[in-house]
């Protein structure tokens, strides 16, 4: 499984940024997909999962109401639309995706397939 991120960019607090993550590879399987977030100092923490078996999506507080997750139908491409940034928000953002189980956790050790990341920085 090979994940490209793109669409990181820099933005003004208050705006909004989308990125996307492109699949390909042996992709069936795939039960979880996430966006992690690492941040200057900080540990690398889930922001948003889509679970693929139930149709599910979870969040974190800290992102929940302002970040989105999507795929297209054809499940070949993850989003996460990010609204009201926050300076918070700055890191890079990767996308991840297991085939261990049907259960979105947000450990990344759990994930078996990783992009390279994309920066996201948020000035204030």
């Known amino acids: 499984v090979q994940l490209v991120e793109s669409g990181g960019a820099s933005v003004q607090a208050g705006g909004p940024l989308r990125l996307s993550c492109a699949t390909s590879g042996d992709t069936d399987g795939i039960y979880c997909m996430a966006w992690f977030r690492k941040a200057p100092e900080k540990k690398r923490e889930a922001v948003a999962m889509?679970?693929?078996?139930?149709?599910?999506?979870a969040y974190p507080d800290s992102v929940k109401g302002r970040f989105i997750v999507s795929q297209d139908n054809d499940k070949k491409t993850l989003y996460l639309q990010m609204n009201s940034l926050k300076a918070d928000d700055t890191g890079i953002y990767y996308c991840?995706?297991?085939?261990?189980?049907?259960?979105?956790?947000?450990?990344?050790?759990?994930?078996?397939?990783w992009g390279r990341g994309t920066q996201v920085t948020v000035s204030s």
């Open positions: 889509l679970n693929y078996m139930a149709g599910s999506t």
């Open positions: 991840a995706a297991h085939k261990k189980d049907g259960y979105c956790r947000r450990n990344d050790g759990d994930y078996e397939y």
